[in-house]
């Protein structure tokens, strides 16, 4: 048992977009942290999703502060494109990231935040908890009730269609994600796919005017707005809209459209009550949830997310949340839109640091993570 103390000022949990974000600002307001993740190198959760996966939102609105994207304006960055960003992003400016190392507790008590790892404990007067919401698959209470004869993944397991056994598969939900698997599933397998679809972002929006729209969904739809907190009030219960890909397509190659599933009945799923044809395989495009178990008394909303307030736990002091759905704005989430996020928590963190003084820990000054300004 590793019995390590490591005191540190701010602890930032996890290295995705939301923590090396995080990381690049608190270093522009020269303060003393440390971020940790759980995968052996950065960007690993990115490698593990499905061959074929691409952002949804185009390179030139998919980069972290200080450092664009490096893909083509107008592309979609692959997944491999994004970890390689990403894993790029903490070396070009030296963020003092410890791979690695899983949190399993959280608690506050008299002397600041202690947190439970496996590289020891560690205490901090703040903790940046950066996450997301996409830690754990999310599946339908109602998904243990099939036949155990019929294969079930979830999307985060799904690699492509060779990694799927040959006969009928059922794609459950019509979200970006479950149109992209299922069109790609329909060239070798009989494939269904269930749910009811958001609306569509035709290309040629992108094409066009995507500097326009990009500017509307990250500056108008935010919680300083009337229409972005009306738009937020109803995300969680609809999701994001289908980009790069309509439903006219997936029909096209020969998908066939059910409703959305609404149970099992004798083993088999049932769509709006009535059956379905029996699937061979299941792939539960369903989404995710966050991972917070390991925090102790963390309030929570309606959607059993952080009761935040821009990512600001209010009751709980020095706790601060990074990268959650619609924390600020409609793209909290993405990776072009999560610095605003994380520039505004990195600013409160400075602002308390200003007003409470230096750390008294008995150590010597950590060296801070140095800032390097990007070349044209």
Known sequence: MNTNITHVSTIVVGAGQAGLATGFHLARHDQDFLILDANERIGESWRRRWDSLRLFTPARHSGLPGLPNPS????????????????????????????????????????????????????????????GANALPSLPSFASELDPSIRQLHSDDYQNPDSVEIGPVLVVGAGTSGAEIALELAASHPTYLAGRPTAHIPDALFALAGGAYWAFVNGVLTLKTPMGRKVASKFHMRGSPLI???????????????????????????????PVPPPKTVVWATGYRPDLQWIEDLPRDEFGLPATHRGVVKDIPGLYFVGMPFQFALTSALIGGVGRDADYIARRIADSTARTGPSSYAEPPRRKSPLITRKP
Do not use: C, W
């Open 72 to 131: 083509p304006p107008g592309s979609y960055s692959s997944k491999d494109e994004v970890a390689g960003y990403l894993e790029g992003y903490a070396a070009q400016f030296g963020l003092p990231v410890r791979s690695g190392v899983t949190v399993s507790a959280l608690a506050r008590g008299a002397d600041g935040f202690t947190l439970a790892t496996t590289d020891g404990t560690f205490i901090a007067e703040n903790v940046v908890v950066a996450t």
């Open 244 to 274: 790069r890909i309509s439903m006219k397509q997936v029909e096209a190659a020969g998908v066939i459209r059910l409703p959305r599933l609404t149970g099992v009945a004798h083993g088999l799923p049932v769509a709006d009550g009535a």
